[in-house]
């Protein structure tokens, strides 16, 4: 994966986006490590309360399988929502056929359990990046800072007053609307 992020940050304009992209060749595999043990530990837990009596070790295989469709799955995330859908269900799908062929539990008790978290995952999933995008939007729309550095104090301070009242406002209006 952090190839694949390298490679998408070549097609960024910034110098920033391109030190990112060659840091993700080096921090990647190390969250990947790090994160397929937690993973696997989360699955132990998993398929020790389905009843299951394989070990940590087959736990860590299983999610290492699931781990090679990583690749494909980055470049499904270029595709907002969809990709992120596709990407979870897969990995469900997976770890049912895991469970079945490999745990030997039933297939609707493991269509249930990973079903159960998959959407749930989805849900959470698609909320965090559609707050992500509203965010960026907001960001968008202020604008304001561009070109800070040039500013005097004053008028760097005058717009930083001006950024937290439309905050501030923005804040009012989304608790507003949820209220409704």
């Known amino acids: 994966m952090g190839l694949v992020t ?3 940050s070549l097609f960024g304009s910034t110098t920033g986006m391109l030190a990112a992209g060659l840091g993700a060749i080096i921090v990647m595999p190390i969250f990947a490590v790090i ?5 696997a530990a989360i699955l132990f837990v998993i398929w020790r309360l389905m009843g299951s009596g394989e070990d940590y070790e087959t736990a860590f295989r299983c999610q290492a399988s699931v781990a090679a ?3 494909v799955t980055a470049l499904l995330a270029i595709v907002p929502y969809l990709g992120t859908i596709i990407t979870i269900a897969w990995g469900a799908f997976l770890l049912v056929e895991a ?3 490999v745990h030997g539990r039933e297939r609707k008790t493991a269509q249930i359990v990973f079903g159960v978290l998959a959407v749930l995952m989805i849900l959470s999933n698609i909320a965090s990046e559609r707050a992500a995008r509203q965010m960026e939007r907001r960001f968008q729309d ?4 561009e ?3 040039d500013m005097s104090p004053e008028e760097a301070g005058r717009k930083m007053g001006e ?4 905050l501030e406002e923005s804040s009012n209006r989304s608790a507003d609307g949820d209220a409704d």
């Not at 202020?142 to 800072?145: R, S």
């Not at 950024?163 to 439309?166: D, L, R, S, T, V």
Request: charged share 10%; glycine share 16%; no cysteine.
């Open 69 to 71: 469709i990583y690749p």
């Open 163 to 166: 950024f937290f009242k439309g």
């Open 99 to 101: 469970s079945v062929s």
């Open 35 to 39: 994160g397929a043990f937690i993973g």
């Open 142 to 145: 202020v604008g304001q800072f």
């Open 147 to 149: 070109n800070m550095e």
């Open 6 to 8: 390298a490679v998408w």
